[in-house]
């Protein structure tokens, strides 16, 4: 191996470089004293870090110095988050305890880094930690939103200089960034910063398709930049015309919002028109923005037709994170759609920088934005000690990205609640006790019932009952946070009340069988009963779904149950690494030992070989093997990363696995059975099933094929697709499964 040669006058001259880039960068910040402030925590960061380095041979401090640059010019943060940043990793990997920055910065500098600090010492396998780190940094955000802040920009740079990275390092960083990080900079309005986070993980998760995508959108960039010439020109004309001062610009949608319209609407790229949006950006005075906003919508309809359906008013009611803007979308000259935003320099500064940025800390305190709105919810959420980690992550991610919709009180407040809310929602939002009582609602002075979707504009009034209390079928319709969190709350309480009478009823069956009561015998029987603890056996036994019969089974298997783990928990990879064969010690070679190691192929996505793949250990399960592109991989491998098992494809002989094929054409005479040749005949392959819809001329079918690898299916796929009449084949998903469960 080459022996790489460190040059440390040229590392010195670099750091030097960068920390007079970031002294730039906050100098529209800085007040008197910060620059002694940032030098004082840069000297403390630099000394701290001088011996470590990254993954890619560089010195340390170059990270803690882009995450200050990142929070300065990306976010718009001030003195004390650009402190923040540069000390961030220190009481983690050095010897520098927050005593220590207490004295040099005080205590408010010192909680946003307690923040940053990610949580050491005894962990329970059972939960999740990375669900605990999160929730930790969000109980700060109740007091302080740089935290997450500075965390968002410290991800974003882990992100930009992933390359250096192991394969499953960077699968389980992209999956966290794309499962929790990009949502969250969302909610907070950094539009810009979410784009990348998700471009960056979709460059790691699948990268096939980001390099497609990116040349695609390369190779057409001049015939896009001619396009958007000649649409802005003369709307350009007449804003001057008109006396209005603006900044008219066309720019590229992100890769990922590319491929998820590609995804949603299962077309090729082609077939994606709004490849780019065209910006308005107008220079107004405060009083005159609302205005100027309409006019310049007024001479963009003018000229080109828009859809009616696709006004967006974010101007009017602006979105729960602060943003103002109105899209509209039109048809262009050439035949196509084109997006078009219309916003003033401030609402821009928002949408780029996020709301956050703008914070007034602590000298505003009545102020009633969207935002503190939000805060004051994920503090009622976290009030709840006994939520477990992974739960409250789930309950809080589904409110991260979801648009709002504004619903009226009857006395004419307006509350905002996420697309899909029910009444019962809006029950629990008003007050947990009215949601808890909730029987019914009048919307619009009509009665419905508690799981009626509410639309934009309705006016709710809620009618409640002393009798009524939280019922479990309640958590299939709710969808906000705040209800989920209570209901289940409520249901726990209500289950641990239940569990007493089961394990007194449990202690005297014991009793009789001659069977001593203790916890080592009762982690056997929650293991024998597949049950994940006590407090679920106890409320079987009360429910009178175990009896006398199966305890006496229990008993029977005494001798077999003492030879398997006493606790239902995560079996460390070391276990399995005795049986994989191979170079790589700790992978799983898929295809040899299949009877001897314990592990399924995942109904949920279909893996074959050739595919890109994972193990994830479950609990009574064994492994089961999912596609790093599977539709629950971000979850599985954001939340359960010490569950995950590294996995290849073994060369092996010719064996036969199912995946399903989506096919859709014109529908014609003997369509089907050109199909059917194709696959039995010409291909030899095997169908397990074969589903066919045809509507007013459309051919829609699903088949489920068994084929060697990829290479195998890509080739069935080119030959479906040269089937007269076939417009498109591709892969699908079987989402029909449920999630994982993983405890």
């Not at 930049?225 to 015309?241: G, M, R, V």
Request: charge should be neutral.
């Amino acid at each position: 191996m080459k022996e790489i040669v460190i040059d440390l006058e040229a590392e010195k001259k670099e750091i030097l470089k960068r920390y007079r880039a970031l002294l730039r960068a906050c100098k529209s910040t800085m007040q008197k004293g910060d620059k002694r402030m940032i030098r004082l925590a840069f000297d403390m960061a630099l000394e701290s870090h001088q011996n470590m380095r990254r993954k890619s041979g560089e010195p340390y401090i170059y990270h803690p110095i882009a995450v200050a640059q990142i929070a300065a010019e990306e976010i718009g943060l001030g003195t004390t988050s650009i402190v923040c940043a540069l000390l961030h990793d220190v009481v983690e990997d050095t010897d520098i305890t927050l005593d220590d920055i207490e004295r040099e910065f005080g205590k408010k500098v010192t909680k946003i880094i307690d923040g940053l600090t990610k949580i050491s010492g005894v962990f329970d396998y059972n939960s999740s930690l990375q669900a605990e780190n999160f929730r930790k940094m969000l109980l700060t955000l109740a007091d302080d939103v740089r935290v997450i802040l500075i965390k968002l920009a410290d991800r974003l740079h882990n992100m930009r200089t992933m390359e250096f990275m192991p394969r499953d390092k960077q699968l389980k960083i992209s999956s966290e960034t794309v499962y929790l990080y990009a949502p969250l900079a969302h909610r907070l309005g950094l539009y810009t910063l979410k784009s990348e986070l998700e471009d960056l993980s979709m460059k790691y998760m699948e990268p096939v398709t980001y390099k497609f995508i990116a040349q695609q959108l390369n190779e057409k960039k001049a015939e896009r930049e001619n396009f958007i010439t000649d649409f802005i020109s003369p709307i350009k004309d007449i804003l001057n015309e008109q006396g209005l001062d603006a900044d008219v610009y066309g720019r590229p949608k992100s890769i990922h919002s590319i491929w998820t319209k590609m995804r949603k609407k299962n077309i090729p790229f082609d077939e994606v028109y709004d490849l780019f949006a065209i910006r308005i950006i107008l220079n107004s005075k405060p009083e005159n923005e609302k205005s100027d906003c309409w006019k310049a919508y007024s001479i963009v309809t003018d000229l080109y037709h828009p859809n009616p359906d696709r006004l967006r008013d974010w101007i009017s009611s602006p979105r729960a994170n602060g943003y103002e803007s109105l899209h509209t979308t039109v048809m262009g000259p050439r035949g196509q759609w084109v997006e078009v935003q219309i916003r003033t320099t401030r609402m821009n500064e928002i949408a780029e920088k996020g709301f956050a940025a703008h914070w007034k800390y602590k000298e505003e305190p009545n102020n009633d934005s969207g935002l503190d709105q939000w805060i004051h919810k994920v503090r009622e959420l976290l009030s709840n000690p006994e939520a477990n980690a992974l739960d409250f992550l789930d309950d809080f991610k589904m409110n991260l990205f979801s648009d709002e919709i504004f619903i009226f009180t009857p006395k004419g407040s307006l509350i905002q609640l996420p697309v899909n809310a029910t009444a019962l929602d809006f029950a629990f939002e008003i007050h947990t006790d009215i949601g808890a009582s909730c029987i019914g609602a009048k919307v619009n002075h009509k009665l419905v019932p508690l799981s009626y979707k509410l639309q934009n504009g309705d006016q709710v009034e809620i009618i409640t009952s002393s009798k009524q209390s939280p019922k479990e079928d309640w958590l299939n319709f709710v969808v906000t946070a705040k209800a989920k969190s209570k209901i289940k709350s409520s249901l726990k309480e209500e289950k641990r009340k239940i569990a007493e009478n089961g394990k007194e009823i449990l202690e005297r069956k014991l009793k009789s069988l001659k069977v001593t009561y203790n916890s080592d015998n009762l982690y056997k029987l929650s293991y024998f009963f597949k049950l994940s603890s006590t407090l679920d056996l106890f409320y079987n036994v009360a429910q009178g779904k175990i009896d006398v019969k199966q305890l006496k089974e229990f008993v029977a298997s005494e001798k077999i149950v003492e030879n398997k783990p006493e606790k239902i928990e995560f079996v460390p990879n070391e276990q399995f690494n005795k049986k994989v064969k191979g170079d790589d010690s700790d992978t799983l070679l898929i295809g040899e030992d299949l009877q001897k190691l314990d592990y399924k192929l995942s109904a949920c996505c279909n893996p074959i070989p050739g595919d890109d793949v994972f193990g994830f250990v479950t609990v009574g399960d064994g492994i089961k093997i999912h596609r790093t592109n599977c539709p629950n991989a971000a979850k599985l491998m954001a939340n359960y990363g010490y569950r995950i098992v590294k996995a290849k494809w073994n060369s092996q002989k010719e064996l036969a696995f199912l995946t399903g094929l989506h096919i859709t054409g014109i529908d014609d005479v003997g369509l089907i059975n050109k199909i059917t040749t194709v696959i039995s005949s010409d291909f030899k392959v095997n169908m397990r099933s074969i589903t066919v819809d045809t509507d007013d001329g459309i051919f829609e079918g699903s088949i489920m094929v068994y084929v060697n690898n990829t290479k195998h299916l890509d080739n069935l796929i080119l030959k479906l697709k040269e089937v007269v009449g076939v417009s498109s084949v591709t892969r699908f998903d079987s989402h029909d499964e449920d999630m994982v469960k993983a405890s």
